[in-house]
């Protein structure tokens, strides 16, 4: 890994104080921090949450649920939270980049991570074909790199079809580790072609395998297998527990599973749907999400995901990611003609999105309540935030389909400059990284000049007219140099507000770009005994990171992107 000169995001690091007494516990050989009472962190991330959603869903909108607030449980918290309302996701901000810096602190410079679906020329492609289609490529032990499209989602599950990813022997919900299978990574020719695991993929150590080897409990759920990445670098051993049952599975009944808002979902949901996902409906959702908020209500009772068994207490870090959100504000139902997203610019949500916050909301309702049943309420810190926002909220400003053909990747692969992995002349792969955002990785470095030429020429069709372009010194100035760092996209395009290149008509947002409304997310550090305060000052999501470090006792020098890039510990209150 090379070390980059970073500036230093700039913070006030304060300690935060309470009266509270910590009760005894070995974490850590007795490092406990004793000055906050402070044992243990619930990390929540509500994928798609903009900052302004918590204002409004907190306070309430005075033509919306007779202006009362739709969101009691964060309101609750946020009587006792900071609040950072000038908080930034990672650029890109796609999922995959967005927890990777919740929970390592570091950039995609650092860490590697652009996108769960990327390019690295240092590797090769998977020894068969994945289950969306990318490779197989070829990998000779020793021999110079291919360079490949790289995959990290539901792709490179055994069977990404089944809710278990495949796994064998392993129950219908149960989606673990075990479910990803090893022919469909990508391939590492300099260490025997061998497959490169989630963990191995990330090149920073992250919070889970610090507070791990620091002698405390951890667990973390998601929403695909690949998402045990959060264990780098050490892989499962810094996991007590992991969980990702796969959320483009097909849809099926979950027999014994009801909602935190009392809906039944022994039955599918809403049958007339597009079933191949669970991501095509506004009902469906919820039921998948609800798995995973039944296993972080085991985890506050100290057992394992499905409750089958016992962990040795309730993790000192755990979590989730909820995608209901992200799906409410995004999705167009075809099958019912229900449409999601907000109704204006101000965030106003509709009935389909105004039903996820609910959902969301009663969820973490629940898990507060469950802390208080076991007493664990006063010693936990939880902190709410999100991988990612989403682009746009103002529903007049997407133009997704009018450039379907003309992207920026398409423009280069019909010209000849991309990889045939990358290619969007290539008939059977995954396709390129493209969301509201381009990321190109060309067949030559040497070809950034003459590609930059043909985008600036075709401007207006491919969305970028307002947009920026960023290769050379406005690239690397945040980013490693393509030319030394196989993983860094030789052009990173941004395109005008509102444009996604995509010809979908399911959709009427996305993220992964770097406009406002893809990275300014919600970002709440609540615990009995904080006065509630409001920042304003711009923090990014890395920061989390170090800050549970420092919440639990722990050194957040610990962690290599502290240490490499200068990621600061948030700006805090003291408790009273």
């Not at 009392?262 to 919820?286: K, M, R, Y």
């Not at 499905?306 to 990611?321: D, Q, V």
């Not at 936990?380 to 103002?394: E, F, R, V, W, Y």
């Not at 240490?563 to 600061?568: A, F, I, L, N, Q």
Request: hydrophobic share 35%; aromatic share 6%.
């Amino acid at each position: 890994m090379k070390i980059r000169k970073t500036i230093a995001l700039l913070s006030f690091a304060a300690c935060v104080m309470s009266t509270a007494i910590a009760q005894e516990n070995d974490f850590h050989q007795g490092h406990i921090n004793q000055r906050n009472g402070i044992r243990r962190v619930l990390l929540i991330s509500v994928d798609g949450m903009h900052a302004v959603d918590l204002l409004n869903c907190a306070n309430g909108i005075s033509t919306l649920n007779s202006g009362k607030p739709y969101c009691p449980a964060l309101a609750a918290l946020a009587n006792t939270g900071v609040n950072y309302v000038a908080a930034s996701t990672s650029k890109p901000s796609d999922s995959f980049p967005g927890l990777t810096a919740i929970v390592t602190g570091g950039s995609p410079a650092l860490t590697g991570i652009y996108y769960d679906v990327a390019y690295s020329r240092n590797l090769d492609g998977p020894k068969v074909q994945t289950g969306n289609g990318n490779g197989p490529g070829p990998c000779t032990p020793g021999a110079a790199p291919t360079g490949f499209t790289t995959e990290y989602e539901e792709g490179i599950d055994i069977d990404k079809t089944k809710l278990n990813g495949g796994a064998h022997g392993a129950s219908l919900t149960d989606g673990t580790i075990a479910s990803i299978d090893p022919n469909k990574l990508p391939q590492d020719p300099a260490n025997g072609c061998n497959g490169v695991l989630p963990w191995q993929f990330v090149r920073t150590n992250s919070i889970f395998t610090v507070i791990h080897q620091a002698g405390g409990v951890t667990a973390w759920s998601d929403k695909h297998p690949a998402y045990s990445s959060v264990s780098a670098p050490i892989g499962p051993a810094a996991l007590d527990d992991f969980y990702a049952p796969e959320i483009n599975s097909n849809v099926v009944g979950l027999p014994g599973v009801t909602t935190p808002t009392g809906i039944s979902c022994a039955a599918v949901l809403d049958p007339g749907s597009d079933l191949t996902a669970w991501t095509n409906s506004f009902q469906n959702i919820q039921c998948y999400d609800t798995l995973k908020v039944d296993a972080v209500l085991n985890w506050i009772d100290g057992k394992t995901h499905l409750g089958a068994g016992s962990l040795k207490e309730t993790p000192n870090i755990f979590g989730m990611n909820f995608q209901a959100l992200s799906v409410g504000q995004k999705l167009i139902e075809a099958s019912n003609g229900t449409t999601g997203g907000y109704l204006d610019a101000a965030g106003t949500p509709s009935p389909a999105l105004l039903g996820e916050f609910q959902f969301v909301d009663a969820s973490i309702g629940a898990w507060v309540s469950e802390l208080k049943k076991q007493g664990l309420y006063d010693s936990t810190l939880i902190i709410i935030t999100a991988k990612h926002g989403q682009s746009p909220i103002d529903p007049s400003r997407y133009v997704g389909q009018t450039i379907n053909g003309t992207s920026p990747v398409t423009l280069l692969s019909n010209a000849g400059f991309i990889p045939f992995s990358e290619s969007t002349n290539n008939p059977t792969g995954i396709g390129p990284t493209e969301d509201d955002v381009s990321l190109v990785w060309l067949k030559s470095s040497s070809d950034t000049l003459a590609s930059v030429g043909i985008l600036e020429a075709n401007a207006g069709p491919t969305g970028i007219a307002l947009g920026q372009i960023f290769y050379g010194p406005s690239l690397t100035l945040n980013y490693d140099d393509p030319t030394v760092d196989p993983r860094t996209p030789d052009i990173i395009v941004t395109p005008n507000v509102g444009v996604t290149y995509s010809g979908s008509t399911a959709k009427q947002a996305e993220h992964g770009g770097f406009a406002h409304d893809d990275t300014n997310v919600v970002l709440l550090l609540s615990k009995p005994g904080f006065s509630p305060a409001t920042v304003k000052a711009a923090v990014g999501t890395a920061q989390v990171a170090p800050t549970i470090l420092q919440a639990l006792g722990i050194d957040p020098q610990a962690l290599d992107a502290v240490r490499v890039e200068g990621t600061s510990v948030l700006p805090a209150v003291q408790l009273k």
